[in-house]
Structures are given as C-alpha cells and as structure tokens.
C-alpha cells in the first residue's frame, strides 16, 4: 500500500530525515514512533504530498507520488498532530465540501456522515460553526473527513490528542475495522501503551533515521515497547 | 509587563517591514528602509496631499476673517471622521477577535497590560489617518500666518489631542460593535451593512460639508461670531491650535475625561468580549441530502464562504462590487450633464471616454479579493494541499471570486458608459474591453504577488488583508495604471483617438494578463504546493 524508499529531507543544515525506508501492507496499521522533532511529522507530511522532499521513492498503492501526486492524493486521507479546519464553515458543510472534493455521491456521503457523527456524538454540532468547535470535536471532525471517502490509506500525526476516552476507543475501533476491510493506517504517537496494543507494526524513529522497524514481536521481543523505546533512544 | 506586550505588538504591526516571510528571514536595513519610504510617500503623497490642498483652500480666507479656529475646527472634524473610518473595525478585530487573547490572558499578565498595548496598536491606526489630514493643515498654517511659539505649541497639542479623541471613539465604536457581534448570526453581513451605511452618511456629509463650508466661507463675517457663541466648545477646539491657553487646557481636559471613561468601559467589557465564541445560540442541524458539486464548484463555493464570512474581508476587498454599479446608476442619472460639461471642457468626446475609463478603472481597483487570497489561508493550508486537486484549480477558484465580483458590475457600468456618452462603436468596443482586462490583469497579478509574499502565519487577519505588500500593490497599481491611462492622454493628446489609444493600452494589458496567466499556470501550483 505505501512504499517509502531513501526518503532524505532536509531543512538547511539540518537532515529532519535521513533515508528512510519503510513498506506498510494492506490490512497493516503501522505505528510511528520517536521523540519530538525525530523527524515524524516531516515523513507523514512527504508522503501526503504537502512537503516536498530532496530525495528518494515514496509510492502509494502502487502509484509514484512524485509523478502523479493527484492519484495518490485519492487514495489517502491526512489528519495532521493540530485540526486547523475552515473555521468559517460549519461541521456540515465542511464534511460536504471533502465529500464533495472527493466526488462522493450524495446518498452515500449523506448516510456516512449520519453514521459517523452519531458515533463520535457530534450529529447535534453539525450545524455549528467549525469555530465553536472545542480541540476535541475538530479532531472528531477531521476523523469523520478522512473516513468520508472511504479512502486505501490513512495517515494520522498523534490522533489521539484531544479526543475522550470514548472516541479514543471508537477511534480504535474505526483504525482496526479499516484495515479488516484492506485498508492499511500509518500514524504517528506517543502513547507507546497505544502503539503496542493497536499496532500490527512499529517503526522508531531517532534524528531522522530509522532504528527500527517490523512486527510489534520482532520490534520488542520480550519487553515492554515502552523500555525498547526508552532503550534505543538512550544509546 | 507593559513594555514586554508593546514590543510584542509593535513586532507584530511592523513585522512586514522588518521580515521577509517569503525567505523565513530578517529584512536587510535597505529592505527595511525601502519599505518605510515607500509606505510614508504613499501616505504622505496620496492622501496628504489630496488634504494639503483642502486645507490650502480654507486657511488664509478664514484666518484673514479671524475664524482661524474654525479652520482648525473644520480640518479637525475631518480628521476625526477620517481616523474613526478607518480604524473602527481594525479596532474591533484588533482589541477582540487577536489569536493571541487566550494565551495572554492565559498569562500571569493584568488584563489592563494587554489592553494598553492592543490599544497601542489602534492608536496608531488612528493617529496615521488623524495625521494624514492634520499635519497638512498645521503645515499650511504655520506657511500662511505669522510664527508665534504658543501656535506651534497648540498645533503639537492639537495633533495628540485628536489622535487620543480618535482613539477613544474608534474604542467606544469597537466596543459596539463586538457587542453586537455577540448577539448577532449573521454578524459579517450586519457589520458590512452598517459599514456601507456609514460610507453613505460619510459621502453624503462630505458633499453637503463642501457647499456648507464654500458658504462659510462667503459668510464668514457672519457666520464666524454666531458659531463661536452657539458652539463654544467647538470655538476651545479649534482655537486650542492657534495657541489659545485655555482651548488647550479645556480640550485637554475633555479629551482626558472621555478617554478615562473609555478605559473603564473597557476595562468592565473586555474580558467577556475577547473571550465569547458567538451568539450562544445553538444552531439545530437537520439531515439534508446535500447535492453533489463539482470540484471547481465546491471550491469556489469554498472561497465565497470565506469571503462572506469575514467582514473585514468584504469592506476592504469587495466594496467595488457595490460601488461599480451604482457609479453606472450614477452615470445614467446625471451622466448627460456631466458629460456635457466635459465636452465643453475638453473639446469633444474623446477625452471624456478616457477619463470615464480611467474612472471606471480606479472603481474596479476596489475589489482586490485575489489579492490576500492565499495568505488567509493561514494555518488551514494543509488542507487544500493535502486534496487531491490540482493546485491550478485553487488558485482559478480565487480568482474567480474577483473576476465574478468585479466583471458583471463591471459590464454594466461600461455599457452605461457607452449609452450616456454615445461613443461610437470602435470606441464603445474599447470601454467596454480595457476596464475588463484592467480587472483580468490586477486579479493575475495580484495573485501572483501573494504566492510569492504569502503570510501564512498571521495572528490577526487585518495582516493579509490591509497591511500585506500584494494588497497595496493591487489597489495603488491599479490606481497608478488608471492615472497613467488619463495623464498620458491628455499629455500626449494621440492624433489618432481614443478608441486606438484605449485599444493600445487595451493590448498591451491583454499582453500582460497573458503572461502572468502562463506563468501561474506552469509555476504558480508548485508556489502554492511549496508554501
């Protein structure tokens, strides 16, 4: 599903990745995990397109990003670590404008988002300016943007941020269910608890490269993610 | 604790003049420099000279008559209605509606401290406008009467005086209408309306203060003794400028009053006001099957949103939306007489059809919504880079926007253009072309200007739309462009006639529109993917 070979990105002087290879598989949800400033959100953002980057292979469903950027962008949906959304419109019309975007039909867009926002507890919010929104509600309403169009790829930067414990786990819930159905997930965290239980697989990522990387088992053997972590970061 | 917040403010303010946000990067002292002469010469020019000579006009008859006073009064008046126009909203968005509240008020910081430095800022806005009008005059006084230390005293006095009086109205005015804002749901369109209202009473107590003031003037003999003993305060006004010690001191007593009256209305109001989120009203959603748009559709229909959500967006950016059509009403109504007289003036109908275009020209440079277009996009860039859209249809929808604000209203002020003047057809072809060209070529290259000048980092949206370098090249290019079209007629007066003359500058800003076409076309999807 995503094939991201070499990947190097630098800011200046600074190499924010250093040629990072990872494929994640249909049905996968691949965790991504490092400390601030590893070099996580500047992959995610290179692979959804909105960053450009100094070399390397990034490849979704079997599409070339650098070559045809449109038709990877239709298989993918983005959540970014802060859910800066038109402020200006409400929650509707902001889910009609992605469905829209998308070119979802209006019968199937009009039952996907009764089903979603009846789950996330926001169908009575609907109307309401995305302004009034709480931290929380925008990250359920990001979350019901990406499912809305039912794409192969999902690629969340710390989803879990702001949302309850309710959502977290419908959001848990939602990750598994798509990848049951032959969609693959890769997301950033730093709930390491998360990342262990939720994950099919890991990547660790320190100073832009990859230390580590494959199933939750081959990853940590017989100790916590939490102290392989912790382990790897201290050398 | 103040001084910390000024700077920060200040920072803020003139951020553009110090930073490139283009190259992430201070500017040099040249840049800088560069930036400040430039903005002072548009201010100083422009507008300072269009009140210089208002008050040229005005100064020796009145002083000659003994009603210098009066003179003060009237440019003073001016000023305040001027320094109030144009600092009321930015008021409003710059006391209320900063991104940065919350976290100062998150702050060990007294709320008084971070009123004083927003206050700062729109005391500034103020005293530019209030200046503006009053330095003209205080210069056209100090060259026409006798130099005496206690006038140029009144006149420093006078200056800061009124620029605090603009302030504490701007405020009072703010304060009303955050207060209504907070009652409000269609708060952008109320406030545009009242905003137009007030451009209307302002119009229309500009034109009748003309003939009122031409009559003062004839009168003055009269009129001057019988204001001075109705309006008394008016009289300590004015006569505060002239170096009168009790004026001062009676002014400055009354303008320290309403500015402390001020200061504790605000201080009871404005925690509440900066921290309300709406209406409180909650908005019932009902299910609706939604019908299903086109991607150049949903994005256009994108842009109008954010337009029409945005008061400040729609009176700075589309106020020609308005204006265009009803100087075409305007035209059909008094056109013949004014075209009558033209033709007398300037000896037929050639140089009339060049300056109705240029004026039809100058009103389409009020709509410039292409021009902060990008920048507003502010930290929800990530999402129309992220859709799978081709850059290139983004930036069409923006200018769209303008193209179908400007281009109909446009249409219909040409025609009635071509209708009052009968101009034949060559030159009704070109009136009706270049205005429409003129508007095509400002979108493009406006548009152009905020992908390479983007500010995507504002914390008040006043940045990209008042203060930002594609903004002032739009509206002041476009007026320069129309100055040029009319200066270089009459100047050169072209043996072969307007209709030619209109049709030369007609392809030579079609050429123009072509180029900035292509190269937005083939570069400007990767400027806008690189933001």
């Known amino acids: ?235 | 604790m103040v001084k910390t917040l000024l700077k920060k403010q200040f920072a803020e303010i003139f951020r553009n003049y110090f930073y490139d946000t283009k190259k992430n990067k201070a500017r040099s002292k040249a840049g800088t420099v560069g930036y400040f002469i430039f903005f002072v010469l548009i201010m100083a020019v422009l507008l300072g000279g269009t009140f210089a000579a208002t008050a040229s006009s005005l100064c020796a008859p009145l002083y000659e008559a003994g009603a210098g006073w009066l003179y003060f009064a009237i440019m003073g008046v001016i000023a305040i209605l001027l320094g109030i126009f144009g600092s009321v909203f930015s008021t409003y968005t710059g006391l209320y509606l900063a991104k940065d509240n919350d976290l100062l008020l998150s702050l060990p910081i007294p709320v008084s401290a971070i009123m004083l430095a927003r206050l700062m800022g729109v005391y500034l806005m103020g005293l530019m406008y209030a200046a503006v009008v009053i330095v003209p005059a205080i210069i056209v006084y100090l060259i026409t009467v006798p130099f005496s230390v206690p006038a140029l005293i009144g006149c420093v006095v006078f200056l800061i005086l009124l620029s605090v009086f603009v302030l504490t109205l701007s405020c009072l005015l703010g304060w009303v209408v955050a207060k209504l804002s907070t009652r409000l749901k269609n708060k952008s369109i109320v406030t545009v309306f009242v905003a137009l209202l007030g451009i209307g009473v302002y119009y229309f107590a500009y034109f009748k203060a003309m003939n009122l003031i031409q009559d003062l003037i004839a009168n003055i003999a009269v009129y001057g003794p019988a204001i001075r003993e109705k309006a008394y305060g008016l009289y300590l006004f004015g006569s505060a400028a002239e170096g009168n010690w009790l004026g001062m001191a009676a002014s400055t007593a009354f303008v320290a009053l309403c500015f402390l009256l001020m200061w504790r209305l605000l201080g009871r109001s404005f925690l509440t006001l900066a921290t309300a989120t709406g209406s409180g009203e909650k908005i019932k959603y009902t299910a609706r099957r939604a019908e299903q748009r086109s991607v150049p559709s949903a994005l256009l229909a994108k842009e109008f949103a954010k337009l029409t959500s945005n008061a400040n967006y729609m009176l700075n950016c589309a106020l020609g939306t308005l204006l265009i059509p009803i100087l075409g009403v305007a035209l059909l109504v008094k056109g013949s007489a004014v075209a009558e007289v033209l033709f007398s003036v300037f000896g037929g109908i050639d140089p009339v059809a060049v300056l109705l275009c240029t004026a039809l020209c100058m009103a389409c440079s009020m709509n410039d919504c292409a021009a902060p277009s990008v920048s507003l996009e502010g930290k929800n860039i990530w999402i129309p880079q992220s859709l799978p859209v081709d850059p290139w249809q983004i930036l069409r929808a923006k200018l769209r926007v303008q193209l179908l604000l400007t281009l109909p209203a446009l249409l219909f002020a040409s025609l009635c253009t071509v209708f009052v003047i009968k101009a034949p057809l060559a030159l009704s072809l070109a009136l009706l072309a270049l205005p429409q060209l003129f508007t095509l070529f400002f979108a493009l290259l406006s548009l152009t200007l905020d992908l390479k000048h983007a500010n995507l980092s504002w914390t008040n949206e006043l940045a990209p739309i008042k203060q930002s370098m594609p903004v002032t090249v739009a509206l002041l290019g476009g007026w320069g462009y129309s100055v040029l079209l009319a200066a270089l007629y009459l100047l050169l007066t072209p043996p072969f006639g307007a209709a030619v003359y209109l049709w030369v500058f007609a392809a030579i800003t079609g050429i123009g529109c072509l180029i900035l076409y292509l190269r937005l076309r083939r570069r400007g999807g990767n400027d806008f993917m690189e933001l």
């Not at chain 1, 070099?39 to 990034?58: A, P, W």
């Open chain 1, 1 to 235: 599903m995503l094939r991201i070979e070499h990947l190097t990105k630098t800011f200046g002087d600074k190499v924010a990745v250093d040629d990072l290879s990872l494929h994640i598989a249909p049905g996968e949800i691949y965790g991504f995990i490092g400390h601030n400033g590893a070099g996580k959100t500047t992959t995610l953002r290179s692979v959804v397109g909105i960053q450009s980057f100094d070399s390397g292979e990034i490849t979704i469903a079997g599409i070339p990003l650098r070559s045809d950027p449109l038709a990877c962008k239709r298989q993918i949906a983005y959540i970014p670590d802060n859910p800066d959304l038109y402020e200006f419109m409400s929650g509707i019309k902001y889910l009609n404008f992605i469905a829209d975007i998308f070119g979802v039909p209006s019968d199937v867009r009009s039952a996907r988002i009764a089903d979603y926002a009846a789950r996330f507890e926001l169908t009575a919010d609907l109307a309401q300016p995305i302004s009034a929104y709480s931290h929380g509600m925008k990250q359920k309403l990001a979350i019901i943007s990406a499912w809305l169009h039912e794409p192969k790829l999902i690629l969340m930067d710390e989803p879990f941020v702001g949302l309850d414990p309710k959502a977290s786990f419908l959001l848990k819930g939602m990750m598994r269910e798509h990848c049951d159905k032959g969609g693959a997930i890769f997301f950033s965290t730093h709930v390491l608890e998360v990342a262990e239980k939720l994950c099919d697989k890991v990547a660790i990522i320190k100073q832009g490269r990859l230390i580590r990387s494959g199933t939750m088992e081959e990853v940590k053997g017989d100790e916590s993610l939490e102290e392989v972590f912790l382990e790897l970061e201290a050398e």
